[in-house]
């Protein structure tokens, strides 16, 4: 099973400042097969990101994705009011399935 | 418009049984992989089950293996999943969803189901 380490835990901004969300794996991912979700309070995940840098339908440009390999980043330009909830990663693997990182947080300051 | 509908939760007792539905409707069901992604109170998201387009291959994580069963029923648009020897540690919100052909994300998401195992 592939671990994935999100972090940090929780992240502390402003709105209007720049977000850099990180997600680790314990081993090689392929880009192709990561993915950014969010999550507001009570609500379904809603997927962001795909392919490790694809917006998906409907998604505003401040949110974006990168990396590879073991490490992959999803940044958010700057923070609106509503972007102020749970983040996750998920990947695929053909011989390991899927698995969610745990989350990462971002908060007012 | 494209929707996903879960039922079936409810309130178990360990060692018990329960089978989870999904009904979906706006798009060719046949198509689509699915699967069972559940959240346990405050916590975070855990992957389940999945089960391919044509219902021939399946997957599930270590912890339910030989508990759970998925299945699908495609003229019928509906996906289940049998859940048996329940504990507590499988009580969440279960969600089922669709994932994008040769992308592997979950593009579209139930609104979920609560099962509660409790004594």
């Known amino acids: 099973e592939i671990v994935l380490t999100q972090s940090p835990g929780t992240l502390s901004l402003s709105p209007g400042e720049r977000a850099t969300l990180s997600c680790r794996a314990s081993?090689?991912?392929?880009?192709?097969?990561l993915a950014w979700y969010q999550q507001k309070p009570g609500q379904t995940p809603r997927l962001l990101i795909y392919?490790?840098?694809s917006r998906a339908t409907g998604i505003p440009d401040r949110f974006s994705g990168s990396g590879s390999g073991t490490d992959f980043t999803l940044t958010i330009s700057r923070l609106e009011p509503e972007d102020f909830v749970v983040y996750y990663c998920?990947?695929?693997?053909?011989?390991?399935?899927?698995?969610f990182g745990q989350g990462t947080k971002v908060e007012i300051k | 418009e494209v929707q996903l509908v879960e039922s079936g939760g409810g309130f178990v007792q360990p060692g018990g049984s329960l089978r989870l539905s999904c009904a979906a409707s706006?798009?060719?069901?046949?198509?689509?992989?699915m699967h069972w992604v559940r959240q346990a109170p405050g916590k975070g998201l855990e992957y389940v089950s999945g089960?391919?387009?044509?219902?021939?291959?399946?997957f599930y994580v270590n912890s339910v293996k030989g508990r759970f069963t998925i299945s699908r029923d495609n003229s019928k648009n509906t996906l289940h999943l049998q859940m048996g020897s329940l504990r507590g540690e499988d009580m969440a919100v279960y969600f089922c969803?669709?994932?994008?052909?040769?992308?592997?994300?979950?593009?579209?998401w139930g609104q979920g189901t609560l099962v509660t195992v409790s004594s």
């Open positions: 969803a669709r994932s994008v052909p040769a992308r592997f994300s979950f593009d579209c």
């Open positions: 706006g798009f060719t069901f046949s198509s689509y992989a």
């Open positions: 998920q990947q695929y693997g053909s011989s390991t399935g899927f698995t």
């Open positions: 089960i391919s387009s044509d219902g021939d291959n399946t």
């Open positions: 081993q090689s991912v392929s880009s192709s097969y």
């Open positions: 392919g490790a840098s």
